[in-house]
């Protein structure tokens, strides 16, 4: 025990270690920062001069199915211009007086005003997302017009035939037959499975938890093998496991201070585990390896692989089989597995 409280002494005092195991939180925290602000969301207006049911529709339908676009409903234009010029929002959109019957005459022609801050670029993507709501809550009417001309159905204009067509373009617009697009997240590799494709974009933060760790028991090694060139009586376990440790505890404070953590005992495991692999790793590196400076170079490699081939930064598996095959070869992906 005395040994073990000695080597740890001599792992706090060595600056370098002690930095790394700083920068892990701050960086990560730094990142998760970026991430948040990088995802942050778009905010429209929407103002009608004339509200109907149409309208009204429309709108309820961007407020409750976007989840990327934030929309707020103005009854004041002129409120909602100042906002667009103080950059309050991003852009915004006034539907004209007698909007829906308009729409039913055909005439299109400035029905709508956009208003654009100077500050945005993503008025287009905001365009597209209000068109794709309106069309799916005008198609309604699109279709009660076409089966009555049509002839689909007798009497196609009575109240009961336009009940039914109502309720047949709802019953497919809402149901699995229209083909749709539906974009997930995946914040790692033990996400539960889903019928779309994976994500090519992962979030950093446990991607460089996993290689700080790897990083620290290839260090402790490279430690074991120093002090065996020096007949300093150390076991290699205490070598690789004591900067395991201290770099465990900067990732469970980093895994609080990001909001990442899940349940205390799930994190505990799966540090537990993935350290354990690690010094099972290394242990079988120095039977192989003796030389510290070897090991010391075998270190950059290990790292940028994991960086490179694991789905840390970008998830590139996800996209090119090779990767998915790379990514195995290298300990940090078991850790995103495990977690």
């Known amino acids: 025990m005395k040994r073990f409280l000695l080597l740890c002494k001599r792992q706090l005092i060595q600056p370098v270690f002690l930095l790394l195991c700083l920068f892990l939180p701050f960086s990560c925290l730094f990142i998760r920062k970026l991430e948040q602000n990088s995802a942050s969301s778009l905010y429209i207006g929407l103002y009608a001069k004339e509200p109907d049911a149409l309208t009204d529709a429309c709108f309820s339908e961007l407020k409750d199915n976007s989840k990327s676009l934030v929309f707020q409903i103005y009854t004041d234009e002129e409120m909602m211009r100042n906002d667009v010029a103080k950059a309050a929002l991003d852009c915004a959109y ?202 010391s170079a075998s270190i950059p490699v290990f790292a940028l692989g994991s960086l490179i081939f694991c789905p840390i930064f970008i998830n590139l598996g996800a996209v090119l089989p090779f990767f998915s095959v790379m990514e195995k070869l290298f300990l940090p992906y078991y850790y995103l597995l495990l977690s």
């Open 94 to 295: 006034a539907f004209d007086k007698g909007f829906h019957a308009r729409l039913l005459e055909k005439d299109y022609k400035n029905s709508i005003t956009c208003y654009v801050s100077a500050s945005t670029v993503m008025d287009d993507l905001s365009r597209e997302v209000v068109f794709s709501a309106l069309f799916r809550v005008f198609g309604e009417d699109i279709a009660v017009t076409y089966a009555g001309r049509a002839g689909i159905f007798e009497a196609a204009q009575t109240g009961t035939a336009v009940q039914e067509i109502a309720e047949l373009y709802h019953s497919y617009a809402d149901g699995q037959e229209v083909f749709t697009l539906d974009y997930q997240y995946l914040n790692t590799l033990a996400e539960e499975p889903s019928n779309s494709a994976p994500s090519a974009v992962a979030m950093p933060v446990r991607g460089l938890i996993a290689v700080l760790l790897f990083i620290s028991g290839l260090a402790g090694g490279v430690t074991c093998l120093s002090d065996r060139e020096k007949k300093l009586p150390v076991s290699s376990i205490y070598s690789i496991s004591i900067p395991l440790l201290f770099m465990a505890a900067s990732s469970l404070v980093t895994l609080w201070l990001t909001k990442e953590a899940g349940s205390f005992i799930k994190e505990l495991t799966a540090l537990l585990l993935y350290m354990l692999l690690i010094l099972l790793f290394v242990r079988l590196l120095l039977v192989i390896i003796k030389k510290p400076a070897l090991l």
